[in-house]
T-cell receptor, first 113, second 112 residues
Framework: QKEVEQNSGPLSVPEGAIASLNCTYS??????FFWYRQYSGKSPELIMF????GDKEDGRFTAQLNKASQYVSLLIRDSQPSDSATYLC?????????????FGTGTQLKVEL | DTGVSQDPRHKITKRGQNVTFRCDPI?????LYWYRQTLGQGPEFLTY????????KSRLLSDRFSAERPKGSFSTLEIQRTEQGDSAMYLC??????????FGDGTRLSIL
């Protein structure tokens, strides 16, 4: 079982819709959770981070964390074509995992006109 | 405030050659990380520094790989006797203690 799992997609949504991206993780000791956006050929860009159960909102983005079920999700409201990218979920699980980020393989999002 | 800077952006080399990459972190960020990313995969952790101390190394980091951060500022990653399997994007990230990591633009390595 992979430590961090994501559906590779592509996930296609129409412009203006809500995109829902999901991620599950295997280590119950995971404490910090991150979403990075990566455009083709570019480096990952931090979008959201969440440490506590519940929702965290920042503009059009909402991160949701459920530690009991070991999943974290990212909602993108009013999706725009510029949101088309690969979204990487990452976790930190100290102490055994140190401070390294463990990434999933990413979900490709396509926002269609 | 400039972001994480990596040099070079692209490196093409022949198998068996040595290569060295440089990373300049965001000013005042005491933590510096190296990751490697291949096509279709998420970045994989290689090593991390807190100031000048190398605190963790991945088992992925064979003895052909070495990293330094001599003065706690910039870092170098050297790969000796490069192999085809070393072709990847090498990413550097930095952060203050306990804060999220921010990535540089990466160095794309191609082995001929």
């Amino acid at each position: 079982q992979k430590e961090v799992e994501q559906n590779s997609g592509p996930l296609s949504v129409p412009e203006g819709a809500i995109a829902s991206l999901n991620c599950t993780y295997s280590d119950r000791g995971s404490q910090s959770f991150f979403w990075y956006r990566q455009y083709s050929g570019k480096s990952p860009e931090l979008i959201m981070f969440i440490y506590s159960n519940g929702d965290k909102e920042d503009g059009r983005f909402t991160a949701q964390l459920n530690k009991a079920s070991q999943y974290v999700s990212l909602l993108i409201r009013d999706s725009q074509p510029s949101d088309s990218a690969t979204y990487l979920c990452a976790v930190i699980n100290p102490p055994g995992g140190g401070n390294k980020l463990t990434f999933g393989t990413g979900t490709q999002l396509k926002v269609e006109l | 405030d400039t972001g994480v800077s990596q040099d070079p952006r692209h490196k093409i080399t022949k198998r068996g050659q040595n290569v060295t990459f440089r990373c300049d972190p965001i000013s005042e960020h005491n933590r510096l990380y190296w990751y490697r990313q291949t096509l279709g995969q998420g970045p994989e952790f290689l090593t991390y520094f807190q100031n000048e101390a190398q605190l963790e190394k991945s088992r992925l980091l064979s003895d052909r790989f070495s990293a330094e951060r001599p003065k706690g500022s910039f870092s170098t990653l050297e790969i000796q006797r490069t192999e085809q399997g070393d072709s990847a994007m090498y990413l550097c990230a930095s952060s203050p203690t306990g804060q999220p990591q921010h990535f540089g633009d990466g160095t794309r390595l191609s082995i001929l």
